[in-house]
């Protein structure tokens, strides 16, 4: 019995990764997943160049999809959702602390979990409100509420922009998800589309996919259903429309 859950609705939606850069590739993947590398980076085109020398990989991603996604729209609060967020940056700041190297400024500024958005906003000149945030394996779905009580609260639309990217080698053992290189974006509105429902569950966590890319599957694939684990709550997402 579900006795939690969230609708909404998607009025526009991006993807990007890797070798799937348009909807016909995603479609493709999410039919017949494989494992995705890092590799090319996105251009980031709409971004001065000034700004997108600023953003990591990891960054780089999430803007092309906020990007994509919003298509000049302003005054628009986003969610960001990282589980990881640029770890590789922080740990070479943190390898140039430990020999003694001085810290880049910039660099420690672009390590922080809400630096991509903040960097999106200034590049924008869009003083909307933006939320970053993790919350482990169900760092999507936290993101989906969060970003639908935005929406309660009287916000016409809601930007998420999900990503994620491999660890650093120095975090292989404690790498429990094998995160792939990936970034989504959904403009949310109020609606019936879509369901997220949770209930309590004792279950290991879903291992399949990492969250982002299992959630990036089930929209592209236009599966009616899909079904997640934490270790703490079992997540039902679903599709109405």
Same mark, same amino acid.
């Given at each position: 019995?579900?006795?939690?859950?969230?609708?909404?609705?998607?009025? =526009?939606?991006?993807?990007?990764? &890797?070798?799937?850069?348009?909807?016909?590739?995603?479609?493709?993947?999410?039919?017949? &997943?494989? &494992?995705?590398?890092?590799?090319?980076?996105?251009?980031? =085109?709409?971004?001065?160049?000034?700004?997108?020398?600023?953003?990591?990989?990891?960054? =780089?991603?999430?803007?092309?999809?906020?990007?994509?996604?919003?298509?000049?729209?302003?005054?628009? &609060?986003?969610?960001?959702? #990282?589980?990881?967020?640029?770890?590789?940056?922080?740990?070479?700041?943190?390898?140039?602390?430990?020999?003694?190297?001085?810290?880049?400024?910039?660099?420690?500024?672009?390590?922080?979990?809400?630096?991509?958005?903040?960097?999106?906003?200034?590049?924008?000149?869009?003083?909307?409100?933006?939320?970053?945030?993790?919350?482990?394996?169900?760092?999507?779905?936290?993101?989906?509420?969060?970003?639908?009580?935005?929406?309660?609260?009287?916000?016409?639309?809601?930007?998420?922009?999900?990503?994620?990217?491999?660890?650093?080698?120095?975090?292989?053992?404690?790498?429990?998800?094998?995160?792939?290189?990936?970034?989504?974006?959904?403009?949310?509105?109020?609606?019936?589309?879509?369901?997220?429902?949770?209930?309590? #569950?004792?279950?290991?966590? #879903?291992?399949?996919?990492?969250?982002?890319?299992?959630?990036?599957?089930?929209?592209? #694939?236009?599966?009616?259903?899909?079904?997640?684990?934490?270790?703490?709550?079992?997540?039902?997402?679903?599709?109405?429309?």
């Amino acid at each position: 019995m579900r006795n939690h859950g969230v609708r909404f609705s998607i009025a =526009k939606h991006a993807q990007w990764a &890797p070798g799937l850069s348009t909807p016909e590739a995603w479609t493709q993947w999410a039919a017949a &997943p494989y &494992p995705i590398e890092v590799g090319e980076e996105p251009g980031v =085109k709409a971004m001065p160049a000034m700004l997108r020398r600023r953003a990591g990989f990891l960054g =780089k991603m999430a803007l092309e999809v906020a990007y994509q996604c919003l298509d000049g729209q302003a005054d628009i &609060p986003t969610v960001f959702c #990282s589980r990881h967020g640029d770890v590789a940056r922080a740990v070479e700041l943190l390898t140039d602390l430990a020999q003694g190297e001085p810290l880049s400024p910039t660099a420690f500024g672009m390590a922080v979990h809400n630096a991509i958005p903040g960097l999106f906003t200034i590049a924008r000149n869009d003083r909307a409100n933006h939320i970053a945030l993790a919350s482990g394996t169900a760092t999507v779905e936290h993101g989906v509420i969060e970003a639908c009580c935005l929406l309660a609260d009287g916000a016409e639309q809601v930007l998420l922009v999900v990503c994620d990217a491999p660890l650093p080698p120095l975090f292989a053992a404690f790498d429990d998800s094998h995160e792939q290189p990936h970034a989504w974006a959904w403009l949310m509105t109020a609606g019936d589309g879509y369901a997220l429902d949770w209930t309590a #569950s004792s279950a290991a966590p #879903s291992a399949a996919q990492p969250g982002g890319l299992a959630l990036a599957a089930f929209h592209a #694939s236009g599966a009616a259903s899909l079904e997640r684990d934490d270790g703490r709550l079992h997540w039902t997402w679903s599709r109405h429309a």
